[in-house]
């Protein structure tokens, strides 16, 4: 009698052309997750003209009617499809909203990266949770310092800003106080983190940049009498500041001399109080407290356009790493509107009904998650008809592939899922 087969049969075993077949009729988010499995299917999927052309065949149809160009390298056909289907999600996809309570006390700041949310400011906690799951992951404690100020995280660190002290915590292990003595800053009031960079706007005027592995602050950059309520900083070392009095000024991240320090010129705007920066089309993008958004081509110095977007103040503007094409913007009057980031002009507003909420199965930290529905406007004129309950003013937003995440200085957290109109 023969011993059995014992032989393993892995996917690993069947041929390149095959896996090509397989992956062809994946979707895009399925085929991106597949491509980080291993190096071998990463070659495959990027690098295999046999799938190139099998998955080019697959979406010919969508990739024909719009600017797409099916001739160059999968990866980069890839990302163009993925920022259009993002574009036509936010713009005119279904949308409903998630909603769970996160904290105990009332919190305005969020960011998301990686699949996770990090929400907090307003107590002395942030917490980190799963964006597909809303399952509170990990707790960083600041009990013994000051309020929380800002925060950003990584893949490896959680920084935050708490009065005169950064702290860091490397991921699942405690906290460590910056090694700076208390006081050796003035008081800081926004930070953005770009390992291995922390830069701190702070009150007297200043932006400090801080180097995380050394713990000394490397520079200290003169942007302005006034303090510095917010920053925007980007691959390419430049960083932006604004503040209360609607200025706004740029450095880039090693020169030494403030004389380089630019000033952009504000027409309408009053109060900076958000600014982001896409490096990838170098544009820059102001929000302010009379309700007016601007946008500089920072290649030419140059005002782009301005429009009032909305009858309040703007909290936050932010775009999905790599967009060049839609802004969501949240303020005062709790709308979340998609703005044309090269024209200004809003594309959708969006607004939660007033009916009655649905308990999903799901859990949360503090009890089931809920799903409210979502209604598109198409002028502001409707906005009233919507009540205020329903309209808690949006203090920060953070946006990734068809989906938004907005804080509103409640103890809730709002997840926007954005999906794509076949």
Request: charged share 20%; glycine share 8%.
């Amino acid at each position: 009698m023969k011993p059995p087969n014992t032989t393993r049969r892995t996917i690993n075993l069947l041929d390149q052309d095959i896996l090509c077949i397989i992956f062809s009729i994946l979707d895009l988010f399925d085929l991106v997750r597949c491509s980080s499995v291993c190096k071998s299917w990463n070659v495959i999927i990027n690098t295999s003209r046999l799938m190139h052309t099998l998955y080019v065949k697959q979406w010919a149809n969508e990739a024909s009617s719009s600017s797409l160009n099916m001739g160059g390298p999968l990866n980069v056909f890839l990302e163009d499809l993925a920022m259009q289907n993002h574009r036509s999600a936010l713009v005119q996809g279904s949308v409903f909203v998630d909603q769970w309570k996160g904290h105990t006390v009332g919190i305005d700041q969020c960011r998301m990266k990686m699949g996770l949310i990090l929400t907090g400011v307003g107590d002395k906690l942030m917490r980190l949770w799963s964006s597909t799951t809303y399952k509170c992951l990990e707790e960083y404690s600041l009990s013994d310092l000051g309020p929380l100020a800002d925060f950003d995280f990584d893949e490896n660190k959680v920084v935050g800003l708490a009065g005169t002290r950064l702290c860091i915590w490397m991921r699942h292990r405690n906290r460590s106080a910056f090694p700076l003595r208390e006081g050796t800053f003035p008081k800081g009031l926004c930070m953005r983190y770009m390992d291995p960079d922390a830069m701190v706007g702070c009150q007297d005027g200043t932006v400090r940049v801080f180097d995380m592995y050394s713990s000394t602050c490397s520079q200290i950059i003169r942007m302005g009498d006034s303090g510095i309520n917010c920053l925007a900083v980007g691959d390419d070392q430049l960083v932006l500041s604004g503040s209360s009095h609607g200025g706004i000024k740029l450095n880039v991240l090693g020169q030494s001399s403030n004389q380089r320090v630019s000033r952009l010129k504000p027409s309408d705007l009053q109060g900076v109080k958000t600014l982001c920066y896409n490096p990838s089309s170098h544009l820059a993008f102001a929000g302010s407290i009379n309700g007016y958004a601007e946008c500089w081509d920072l290649r030419k110095m140059k005002k782009l356009w301005g429009y009032r977007v909305g009858p309040n103040a703007i909290y936050s503007m932010q775009f999905l790493r790599m967009d060049m094409s839609t802004l969501v913007v949240g303020g005062l009057d709790g709308v979340l509107r998609i703005l044309d980031q090269n024209t200004g002009e809003i594309l959708s507003r969006c607004v939660i009904r007033s009916s009655a909420v649905k308990i999903t199965s799901t859990n949360s930290l503090y009890g089931s998650v809920e799903r409210k529905q979502v209604k598109r406007l198409t002028e502001d004129s409707g906005i009233s008809n919507f009540p205020l309950m329903t309209r808690q003013p949006i203090r920060c937003i953070a946006v990734g592939m068809g989906k938004v995440v907005t804080t509103h200085n409640t103890d809730f957290i709002r997840m926007w899922r954005f999906r794509e109109t076949k």
